[in-house]
């Protein structure tokens, strides 16, 4: 009987292995495509833009990513493997989507697994595989696995779902050690996805609902024997929030007083609902941005309204009745909550790639209905054709990501009023060297949307470009006035100004940028130039003690100027300060050893205190750089 046991469990782990390995070659058939593709829309910020990746030996800025750094800000985790990829690769697409593309066949096979553990079917295995690779090959599931940063999504995922499969395993251990392993196993998954992204929240929920729909069978009665557990799950949500504040809300675009309204807000997410189901079922057409724009009243979506708050209603009955579907119904909404509820997401209402994981609950539900009224013996027919069709479809749709302007053309074809496509194509076309092109489609933008920083930002570097200073300026104020916090528009507002030659008001603005990005050289080299050359003016005016003045703070931001060092040491000598001018003129030599003026001023200060030989040893120093460099 043992040796009967033994050969069955050797079948079964066979079985999975030949499973794992089919879902890991057709999802690298699919998604083959994208392994070359470029970086496109939030990836720019997140890793090209994003300098916090640049330096692995520095965990500790590896892992606090910039507000700016689009989705890796407030995740540490996905920062360190974005930092990981830039290590090994700097900016080489390929191994950023190698790991997208590994981390989603890992999850589907974590998924693979639960499925198998969990439905209680005689034909689990086929039905399990046949789902799971429906799912991993879905084409509604490309914008998470092909655009590199949207790999939050699918580490989120991965770590809800290995929370899950672990606390499964737990429950199904024959020793209690084992289970006290795999317990343990649940809960650091749930502790290290709070590093991923803001859905782990779900987790302990998703867990508890399994718990009490298929292990104890009550809500209290899985409390009660596991306080202790669920305790310490749910105690990782205080580290999460405290990521999410300390990224200041994902930099202003999550949370309440944003200029969103609660209420225009859950209906356009009523809205949403009903597209990414009816994508799950028909995944055409497929947009990477929907745009901003929002829901403002009940009668601009009544059916959707009506779907959504049926599907509702019939899910909270369930679960008072304790019925089988609701445990779906719920897990769907809730993977859906944190991003698809009432918390305004101001920057992208709506998004594809968060039904990265709430696609499943609808897929499986689809298919138990399927198996239940067709006759089984259609079932692999059809599973077999539909596999084929999304691994097709989905290997096409990777091909749009060989070519961002085509993604963004997509954009405008579904929703001609989306003023982000615009503002994306203006920024591609600029790239390309197409200014009129491109400022044309930043001034469709800005009629569309004239609250838009970023579009007045972009049409200023423009302007800018072809040399209209007071366009540029314009849009650069208004931008400012937009977002008072927006440190490379202060910059080149103050850029702007320098190149007007109005220097006092260039201080202004680049001493904010500073202010709001203390670490950004070139801003504090351009404002110590505004300084010094304030104080040139100064200088030449005989204005010493404000020369003096305007040096000393060129000087405390660009320290190893020798210019400034011997400008200043000029200043210092025309005061008397004979002392202060020598030490002023060795620095300058020092930091740069060929500054003829330096060792000519110096010896000029060496003469008059006497100091002939001296004077003489950098008056020989001055022939021969004159000579090296007439």
Same mark, same amino acid.
């Given at each position: 009987?043992?040796?009967?046991?033994?050969?069955?469990?050797?079948?079964?782990?066979?079985?999975?292995?030949?499973?794992?390995?089919?879902?890991?070659?057709?999802?690298?058939?699919?998604?083959?495509?994208?392994?070359?593709?470029?970086?496109?829309?939030?990836?720019?910020?997140?890793?090209?833009?994003?300098?916090?990746?640049?330096?692995?030996?520095?965990?500790?800025?590896?892992?606090?990513?910039?507000?700016?750094?689009?989705?890796?800000?407030?995740?540490?985790?996905?920062?360190? @493997?974005?930092?990981?990829?830039?290590?090994?690769?700097?900016?080489?697409?390929?191994? +950023?989507?190698?790991?997208?593309?590994?981390?989603?066949?890992?999850?589907?096979?974590?998924?693979?697994?639960?499925?198998?553990?969990?439905? /209680?079917?005689?034909?689990?295995?086929?039905?399990?595989?046949?789902?799971?690779?429906?799912?991993?090959?879905?084409?509604?599931? @490309?914008?998470?696995?092909?655009?590199?940063?949207?790999?939050?999504?699918?580490?989120?995922?991965?770590?809800?779902?290995?929370?899950?499969?672990?606390?499964?395993?737990?429950?199904?251990?024959?020793?209690?050690?084992?289970?006290?392993?795999?317990?343990?196993?649940?809960?650091?998954?749930?502790?290290?996805? !709070?590093?991923?992204?803001? @859905?782990?929240?779900?987790?302990?929920?998703?867990?508890?609902?399994?718990?009490?729909?298929?292990? &104890?069978?009550?809500?209290?009665?899985?409390?009660?024997?596991?306080?202790?557990?669920?305790?310490?799950?749910?105690? %990782?949500?205080?580290?999460?929030?405290?990521?999410?504040?300390?990224?200041?809300?994902?930099?202003?675009?999550?949370?309440?007083?944003?200029?969103?309204?609660?209420?225009?807000?859950?209906? @356009?997410?009523? /809205?949403?609902?009903?597209?990414?189901?009816?994508?799950?079922?028909?995944?055409?057409?497929?947009?990477?941005?929907?745009?901003?724009?929002?829901?403002?009243?009940?009668?601009?979506?009544?059916?959707?309204?009506?779907? =959504?708050?049926?599907?509702?209603?019939? %899910?909270?009955?369930?679960?008072?009745?304790?019925?089988? +579907?609701?445990?779906?119904?719920?897990?769907?909404?809730?993977?859906?909550?944190?991003?698809?509820?009432?918390?305004?997401?101001?920057?992208?209402?709506?998004?594809?790639?968060?039904?990265?994981?709430?696609?499943?609950?609808?897929?499986?539900?689809?298919?138990?209905?399927?198996?239940?009224?067709?006759?089984?013996?259609?079932?692999?027919?059809?599973?077999?054709?539909?596999?084929?069709?999304?691994?097709?479809?989905?290997?096409?749709?990777?091909?749009?990501?060989?070519?961002?302007?085509?993604?963004?053309?997509?954009?405008?074809? +579904?929703?001609?009023?989306?003023?982000?496509? +615009?503002?994306?194509?203006? %920024?591609?076309?600029?790239?390309?060297?197409?200014?009129?092109?491109?400022?044309?489609?930043?001034? &469709?933008?800005?009629?569309?949307?004239?609250?838009?920083?970023? %579009?007045?930002?972009?049409?200023?570097?423009?302007?800018?470009?072809?040399?209209?200073?007071?366009?540029?300026?314009?849009?650069?104020?208004?931008?400012?006035?937009?977002?008072?916090?927006?440190?490379?528009?202060?910059?080149?507002?103050?850029?702007?100004?320098?190149?007007?030659?109005?220097?006092?008001?260039?201080?202004?603005?680049?001493?904010?940028?500073?202010?709001?990005?203390?670490?950004?050289?070139?801003?504090?080299?351009?404002?110590?130039?505004?300084?010094?050359?304030?104080?040139?003016?100064?200088?030449?005016?005989?204005?010493? =003690?404000?020369?003096?003045?305007?040096?000393?703070?060129?000087?405390?931001?660009?320290?190893?100027?020798?210019?400034?060092?011997?400008?200043?040491?000029?200043?210092?000598?025309?005061?008397?300060?004979?002392?202060?001018?020598?030490?002023?003129?060795?620095?300058? !030599?020092?930091?740069?050893?060929?500054?003829?003026?330096?060792?000519?001023?110096?010896?000029?200060?060496?003469?008059?205190?006497?100091?002939?030989?001296?004077?003489?040893?950098?008056?020989?120093?001055?022939?021969?750089?004159?000579?090296?460099?007439?």
């Amino acid at each position: 009987m043992s040796k009967l046991r033994e050969r069955t469990s050797q079948q079964s782990f066979v079985m999975i292995l030949a499973g794992i390995s089919l879902l890991g070659i057709l999802a690298f058939c699919a998604y083959w495509p994208s392994l070359h593709a470029p970086f496109v829309f939030d990836d720019q910020f997140a890793i090209l833009e994003n300098h916090s990746i640049e330096h692995m030996a520095d965990l500790r800025l590896v892992l606090s990513p910039p507000a700016e750094a689009a989705g890796a800000a407030g995740r540490p985790l996905v920062n360190l @493997t974005l930092a990981i990829n830039y290590a090994i690769g700097h900016y080489n697409v390929f191994g +950023y989507h190698l790991f997208n593309v590994c981390l989603h066949i890992l999850t589907s096979v974590v998924l693979f697994l639960i499925l198998l553990r969990a439905l /209680k079917l005689d034909s689990s295995y086929w039905f399990s595989l046949s789902v799971v690779s429906i799912w991993a090959l879905h084409p509604l599931l @490309t914008e998470s696995v092909s655009c590199v940063i949207q790999r939050d999504e699918i580490l989120g995922a991965f770590f809800i779902l290995l929370t899950l499969y672990a606390f499964i395993k737990s429950i199904d251990s024959c020793s209690e050690q084992h289970a006290k392993l795999w317990k343990s196993v649940s809960l650091l998954a749930c502790s290290v996805g !709070i590093g991923a992204k803001e @859905t782990i929240i779900c987790a302990p929920l998703i867990v508890f609902l399994y718990d009490s729909f298929y292990v &104890t069978g009550s809500f209290l009665g899985s409390l009660k024997i596991r306080k202790g557990y669920y305790t310490v799950l749910c105690a %990782t949500w205080i580290p999460l929030f405290y990521l999410i504040f300390n990224s200041n809300k994902r930099g202003g675009t999550v949370g309440f007083g944003l200029g969103v309204s609660t209420w225009s807000y859950l209906l @356009t997410q009523t /809205k949403a609902l009903c597209i990414y189901i009816k994508l799950v079922l028909w995944p055409r057409p497929l947009i990477i941005d929907y745009g901003t724009q929002l829901v403002r009243g009940i009668n601009e979506i009544p059916l959707q309204a009506i779907f =959504i708050s049926g599907v509702l209603i019939v %899910t909270l009955y369930g679960l008072i009745r304790k019925q089988s +579907y609701a445990f779906l119904g719920a897990v769907f909404f809730i993977l859906l909550a944190p991003s698809s509820s009432f918390v305004p997401l101001v920057s992208q209402p709506i998004a594809e790639h968060r039904m990265y994981l709430p696609s499943i609950v609808v897929l499986v539900s689809l298919s138990l209905i399927i198996v239940i009224t067709l006759p089984s013996k259609f079932i692999p027919v059809l599973s077999s054709v539909l596999i084929s069709i999304l691994l097709i479809l989905t290997y096409l749709r990777n091909n749009d990501y060989q070519n961002e302007l085509n993604l963004i053309n997509q954009c405008i074809s +579904y929703n001609p009023l989306n003023d982000r496509a +615009y503002l994306n194509r203006g %920024t591609l076309l600029s790239r390309d060297g197409k200014i009129d092109e491109a400022i044309q489609d930043y001034e &469709t933008a800005l009629k569309l949307n004239t609250k838009s920083a970023d %579009t007045h930002f972009n049409l200023a570097l423009l302007h800018e470009q072809k040399g209209d200073l007071v366009s540029a300026k314009n849009h650069l104020i208004e931008a400012i006035v937009i977002k008072p916090n927006y440190p490379v528009a202060s910059y080149e507002l103050g850029l702007v100004y320098f190149k007007d030659r109005d220097y006092n008001s260039a201080i202004v603005h680049l001493k904010f940028a500073l202010k709001l990005q203390p670490t950004i050289q070139k801003t504090r080299k351009l404002l110590s130039q505004c300084y010094s050359l304030i104080g040139d003016q100064q200088a030449q005016n005989q204005e010493f =003690i404000a020369a003096l003045d305007s040096y000393e703070a060129a000087l405390n931001l660009d320290i190893g100027n020798s210019r400034l060092h011997c400008n200043l040491g000029n200043v210092f000598s025309v005061l008397g300060k004979k002392s202060e001018a020598v030490n002023e003129y060795q620095e300058a !030599i020092r930091y740069d050893s060929l500054n003829v003026n330096a060792h000519y001023n110096l010896a000029q200060e060496l003469m008059d205190q006497g100091k002939y030989n001296e004077a003489q040893s950098e008056l020989s120093i001055v022939r021969k750089l004159n000579q090296v460099h007439p």
